[in-house]
Each structure stands twice: as structure tokens, then as C-alpha cells.
């Protein structure tokens, strides 16, 4: 992998105008007035010089279109310059329909189950999910192949829970613009911070019965 790049160098590229990195890929959202206009923005999309090498996931629902850039290869999962040219070009097509991106739209889920050992639980999620190793991490990292379902990685935990069990918990990754007003709202929501230790790169809320989530953002991250 020779073009990879960091997701602080997709957003500052000038190609990037309302695409948010988010997780491990950046995406951009443009709400549509019909499902006629979504289905113009796709075949404009289909119609870029190159897109067939490198495919962007995009999900069509009612309200909207979201577009997905993320370069995967066995030594890369993340951004690379083949993202920043596709980007440039989807938010062409966009604005060509008179569309303009909205950035509070977007978000990314990561499931994160914690175990003494890792290794002896992933199978297990595997084999239950039909996911597959990432590429790059196989050993702590799995995906859904179909590019559908939210990614899963494996923590091993510093202090089991009592019998010596793991845990589980999520992380959403919001735009850095949004992650604090988040964060608040999950507090204002009955909500407690756990730690913030990391914070603003991101934050370990839990709810009333104690099951936790780690709102994150590109903020601090390379």
C-alpha cells in the first residue's frame, strides 16, 4: 500500500468538502427530495472515470444518499489518495443535482467485545456473525464482508469482570464538530462519563445499568 494517507490529511484535502472521516472509512451524506434525485446521484456516481477500480459503498434510504470511501488492502484499512480523487468527484456529481452535504447526518458504529483473551472469543463472533478477519488485523479485527453490518474489535481487558468474563460495548464515531453536543446529550439522557481520560479523542459513557459506549471523533488521531 503506497497511497495511504490519515484521516486528518482526507479531511484537509480540499476534496473533502462535507465528507467526515468516521470510523475507519469518511463518508458524506446528501438528503434528496425523491428517490428519483437519489437514483441520478448514483448513476452519476456510476458514471465516474475509475469508480469500477475503486467502488464506494452507497446506501440509498428514504430522506437520502449516503456515500462510503474506504481502501482496503492486507497492510491498509483507511484512506488513501484513490479516496480523496473519488471524493472530489461524488461531490461534483452532488452539486451538478444541486445537492449539498450534511455532515450532522453521518455516523459510524464499532462493537467491541472485551475478554481476558481475545483470541478464544473471536471464532465464536465469527462463526455467529458469518463475519470475516480484516485484512489488515486479522487478529483483532473482523467485518461483515457484505460491508453492512458495524465492524467488530477485540479488546483485551486489563480487569475482567468478576468470574473472570469479558464485556461488551460500542463506540460511535460522530464528526469532531458534534462529538462534545453528543456527549452532552447522552449525559442530559441519564448518562455518566467513566472516563475522559482520552477525551477530546473520545469519551466512555455509561447508561443507569452500567453498559457503556465510547463516543469518538478524528480529534487528537492520526
Not at 482526507?10 to 446528501?30: H, I, K, L, M, T
Not at 446506501?59 to 483507511?78: C, F, H, I, S
Not at 483473551?117 to 478477519?133: D, E, H, R
Not at 464538530?177 to 446529550?185: D, I, M, N, T, Y
Amino acid at each position: 500500500m503506497n497511497d495511504g494517507i490519515t484521516g486528518r490529511s482526507f479531511e484537509a484535502s480540499e476534496s473533502a468538502r462535507g465528507w467526515r472521516v468516521v470510523g475507519d472509512g469518511a463518508s458524506v451524506f446528501y438528503a434528496t427530495p425523491s428517490l428519483a434525485v437519489s437514483v441520478e446521484l448514483v448513476r452519476a456516481i456510476g458514471e465516474i472515470h475509475g469508480v469500477e477500480a475503486h467502488l464506494p459503498d452507497i446506501d440509498v434510504r428514504p430522506g437520502g444518499v449516503t456515500v462510503r470511501l474506504v481502501t482496503v488492502a492486507e497492510d491498509w484499512y483507511g484512506m488513501s489518495q484513490r479516496d480523496v480523487e473519488i471524493a472530489r468527484q461524488v461531490s461534483a456529481a452532488a452539486e451538478g443535482l444541486g445537492l449539498v452535504a450534511d455532515p450532522s447526518a453521518l455516523q459510524s458504529v464499532l462493537v467491541i467485545p472485551g475478554a481476558p483473551n481475545p483470541a478464544q472469543v473471536m471464532p465464536f463472533w465469527q462463526a455467529a456473525l458469518g463475519y470475516v478477519p480484516r485484512p489488515d488485523s486479522p487478529d483483532e479485527d473482523l467485518v461483515d464482508p457484505r460491508g453492512r453490518g458495524p465492524a467488530l474489535w477485540f479488546e483485551a481487558m486489563e480487569e475482567p469482570r468478576p468470574g473472570g468474563t469479558g464485556a461488551v460495548h460500542v463506540a460511535v464515531w460522530v464528526p469532531a464538530e458534534q462529538a462534545e453536543a453528543r456527549v452532552a446529550a447522552a449525559l442530559a439522557a441519564g448518562g455518566r462519563i467513566v472516563r475522559d481520560t482520552f477525551a477530546p479523542s473520545w469519551w466512555t459513557l455509561a447508561d443507569a445499568a452500567g453498559n457503556e459506549v465510547d463516543v469518538s471523533s478524528l480529534t487528537g488521531r492520526e
